[in-house]
């Protein structure tokens, strides 16, 4: 018996496998936090350094640069900062300052664009590791680290006239008892006599 087209249809439509809605596509998930860990070793001891790469990349790429072609091995923390060695400054701040080795200084890169804790949302809290400057824009390789919270490097704080802050990228995650070494160690005013070798850096696996 020959069937009429409706029919045929039905029949196809009955053989034929279902057709089911395409899934709802999964939400992306979040990108993980890009957190590189790098190790100081000091004359005082180690150092480990937490670097944000997702909230600071251009900072924290410009020190990884510093760190992974050995231009640490031979630096120093030159430099001091406590409440009593700054007599000319009303707004008042606690860290040390490090660097390179000084006769690598002529390889050192451009100076980088200021990366303002008003974009990376970092503070400048106890521990905090953060870029030396002058005015913006200026930052090279020399980098500080906080002892205690210090609001007034944040964008916006008044330790720097022009308001613009300091560019965080980091966090001390253990050896804040050797910042503390490091910033009571004997100095002139604020420069560290004699400065505190920095014996090697690297990237911890």
Known sequence: MNLLPSACLAVLLALSPAVH???PKKAAKPEPARLVRVVLQTEKGEIELELDEAHAPQTVRNFLFYVDGGFFEGGVFHRTV???????????IEVIQGGINPARESEQRPPIALERTSV????????TLSMA?????TAVSDFFICVGDQPELDFGGKRNPDGQGFAAFGRVVKGMDV?????????EGQKL????KL???????
């Open 193 to 196: 006599t004699p400065p505190v």
């Open 21 to 23: 809605a395409a899934p």
């Open 199 to 205: 014996q090697r850096a690297a990237r911890k696996p």
């Open 82 to 92: 406590k409440p009593d060695n700054q007599p000319n400054n009303k707004v008042k």
């Open 133 to 137: 400057r002058d005015t913006p824009d």
């Open 120 to 127: 990376t949302g970092l503070k400048h809290k106890d521990g």
């Open 179 to 187: 910042v503390r070494a490091i910033q009571q160690a004997p100095a």
